[in-house]
């Protein structure tokens, strides 16, 4: 058993309780008990005490849609004359060449390059949503090596389509199928059926994957009308959206992650509702491919389940939550939404999605929660409070100050050094990766 204390508390529980000078006692992988420091010093003299003075200690931060196989497209040349124009070419242009170009050691060094930064950065839990047409088989075993490595939680998935023919669509259904058994009773790792998106993948391949959805009682995670792209190929197929499409098929279930959103109907947000699945916004990403804005307000409104994800455009939740905050604003030309909304999707929503998912309280301070925490240096210049510290994290904390990353108990990084492995080796390592990769892209 060990006290991390010294520090103040923001537990993100029901109360958004803040605990000054307030400590955790970890007894295995589980929180014991929380409260202030020399109260648990006092109670439990044979632990072992680690000072976090001056520092924040919250929950890890947990990121709900992430592409790990994007890793080497950062900075890459598209050797192309022209940049994509709008999203269907990017698609073509850089990401479908990218995964058809990817080996089992391109997999391997994306994911745990990607899965390091995150700890780096306070994330503990994440879910990736994969694909790599050049390697199919075993390719989420090869994921799953980083992960159990690294120490983190993730739910790895397998982007099926129907993209590149039916005989890798069929690879692709046998790969999701097989590491479905494979994860069944593992606490670190789980496993959904990842579908690349609605306009990508024809009614028998749909029809499939519903059968092996109903077979392992399993949900989805897919790409959902963040292009407009998806939403014309819905209504030339006869349907009023891409939502309405999928519904055909039961794709939309309890557990099921719908990403983006962007061009969602009102009707379509009550589908997701109704149907128990997530919707996960990803505001950098929707920026950057200039898809347009996602009708996060609304959605909340309505009651649906909204995540915040990267999508792999990076790894820091911290990066992510400030401009979801600021994006919300400037979208509704109004600088009040936000306050709410963000925090319930970061801290609320989030941590619910992880809870279903790997059955245990995540996401939170509090007796019998796993013990996934960090300490974050920051030492607030005016009063932090349960009503202002969502404000004090908006505007005062990255990912750049995070100093430690427990998960589950074990130590992933302390004094912001990575204890689990060698960074500046394996950060050697993919980057002669890399090279390799861009001479064959």
């Given at each position: 058993?060990?006290?991390?204390?010294?520090?103040?508390?923001?537990?993100?529980?029901?109360?958004?309780?803040?605990?000054?000078?307030?400590?955790?006692l970890i007894d295995g992988e589980r929180i014991k008990e929380?409260?202030?420091?020399?109260?648990?010093?006092?109670?439990?003299?044979?632990?072992?005490?680690?000072?976090?003075?001056?520092?924040?200690?919250?929950?890890?931060?947990?990121?709900?849609?992430?592409?790990?196989?994007?890793?080497?497209?950062?900075?890459?040349?598209?050797?192309?004359?022209?940049?994509?124009?709008?999203?269907?070419?990017?698609?073509?242009?850089?990401?479908?060449?990218?995964?058809?170009?990817?080996?089992?050691?391109?997999?391997?060094?994306?994911?745990?390059?990607?899965?390091?930064?995150?700890?780096?950065?306070?994330?503990?839990?994440?879910?990736?949503?994969?694909?790599?047409?050049?390697?199919?088989?075993?390719?989420?075993?090869?994921?799953?090596?980083?992960?159990?490595?690294?120490?983190?939680?993730?739910?790895?998935?397998?982007?099926?389509?129907?993209?590149?023919?039916?005989?890798?669509?069929?690879?692709?259904?046998?790969?999701?199928?097989?590491?479905?058994?494979?994860?069944?009773?593992?606490?670190?790792?789980?496993?959904?059926?990842?579908?690349?998106?609605?306009?990508?993948?024809?009614?028998?391949?749909?029809?499939?994957?519903?059968?092996?959805?109903?077979?392992?009682?399993?949900?989805?995670?897919?790409?959902?009308?963040?292009?407009?792209?998806?939403?014309e190929d819905s209504r030339f197929r006869g349907f009023n959206?891409?939502?309405?499409?999928?519904?055909?098929?039961?794709?939309?279930?309890?557990?099921?992650?719908?990403?983006?959103?962007?061009?969602?109907?009102?009707?379509?947000?009550?589908?997701?509702?109704?149907?128990?699945?997530?919707?996960?916004?990803?505001?950098?990403?929707?920026?950057?491919?200039?898809?347009?804005?996602?009708?996060?307000?609304?959605?909340?409104?309505?009651?649906?389940?909204?995540?915040?994800?990267?999508?792999?455009?990076?790894?820091?939740?911290?990066?992510?939550?400030?401009?979801?905050?600021?994006?919300?604003?400037?979208?509704?030309?109004?600088?009040?939404?936000?306050?709410?909304?963000?925090?319930?999707?970061?801290?609320?929503?989030?941590?619910?999605?992880?809870?279903?998912?790997?059955?245990?309280?995540?996401?939170?301070?509090?007796?019998?929660?796993?013990?996934?925490?960090?300490?974050?240096?920051?030492?607030?210049?005016?009063?932090?409070?349960?009503?202002?510290?969502?404000?004090?994290?908006?505007?005062?904390?990255?990912?750049?100050?995070?100093?430690?990353?427990?998960?589950?108990?074990?130590?992933?990084?302390?004094?912001?050094?990575?204890?689990?492995?060698?960074?500046?080796?394996?950060?050697?390592?993919?980057?002669?990766?890399s090279a390799d990769f861009w001479n064959r892209f």
């Amino acid at each position: 058993m060990y006290i991390i204390g010294g520090g103040t508390l923001i537990t993100h529980d029901e109360k958004n309780r803040v605990i000054k000078d307030g400590g955790l006692l970890i007894d295995g992988e589980r929180i014991k008990e929380l409260g202030k420091t020399r109260e648990l010093k006092k109670k439990y003299p044979d632990a072992v005490f680690k000072d976090y003075s001056g520092k924040i200690i919250m929950p890890g931060m947990i990121n709900t849609h992430m592409h790990f196989y994007s890793t080497f497209a950062r900075g890459m040349d598209l050797k192309t004359d022209r940049s994509p124009r709008h999203f269907l070419e990017i698609l073509e242009k850089l990401w479908w060449r990218l995964d058809n170009s990817m080996n089992k050691d391109d997999i391997y060094y994306s994911a745990i390059y990607a899965i390091l930064c995150g700890i780096k950065q306070g994330t503990t839990t994440i879910f990736d949503h994969h694909a790599s047409y050049g390697k199919i088989g075993q390719s989420l075993s090869i994921i799953a090596d980083a992960v159990r490595e690294s120490g983190i939680r993730a739910d790895l998935a397998f982007e099926i389509s129907d993209r590149n023919g039916s005989k890798k669509s069929v690879e692709s259904l046998k790969e999701s199928e097989r590491f479905l058994k494979e994860v069944e009773k593992d606490s670190y790792l789980s496993s959904r059926i990842g579908l690349h998106a609605s306009f990508t993948l024809e009614d028998k391949t749909l029809t499939k994957v519903r059968d092996i959805a109903d077979k392992y009682n399993s949900s989805f995670h897919i790409h959902a009308a963040e292009g407009r792209a998806d939403l014309e190929d819905s209504r030339f197929r006869g349907f009023n959206g891409v939502v309405k499409r999928l519904d055909k098929y039961n794709i939309w279930r309890s557990g099921t992650i719908a990403v983006h959103g962007v061009h969602l109907q009102e009707e379509e947000m009550e589908i997701l509702k109704d149907s128990g699945s997530y919707l996960i916004h990803n505001p950098e990403s929707n920026m950057n491919n200039a898809v347009g804005l996602a009708p996060v307000k609304e959605a909340l409104e309505k009651g649906l389940i909204v995540g915040l994800g990267t999508d792999g455009y990076t790894t820091d939740m911290f990066e992510s939550l400030k401009v979801a905050d600021l994006l919300i604003k400037h979208g509704n030309s109004d600088p009040r939404p936000g306050w709410s909304e963000i925090p319930e999707m970061v801290f609320k929503n989030n941590a619910l999605i992880a809870e279903k998912t790997f059955k245990q309280k995540l996401g939170v301070l509090k007796e019998g929660a796993a013990a996934d925490v960090i300490a974050v240096n920051y030492d607030p210049p005016t009063e932090i409070n349960s009503d202002n510290s969502f404000a004090h994290i908006l505007f005062g904390i990255n990912g750049g100050m995070v100093d430690t990353t427990i998960v589950g108990g074990k130590f992933l990084m302390e004094n912001q050094e990575v204890k689990i492995l060698d960074y500046e080796k394996i950060a050697y390592e993919t980057r002669k990766q890399s090279a390799d990769f861009w001479n064959r892209f």
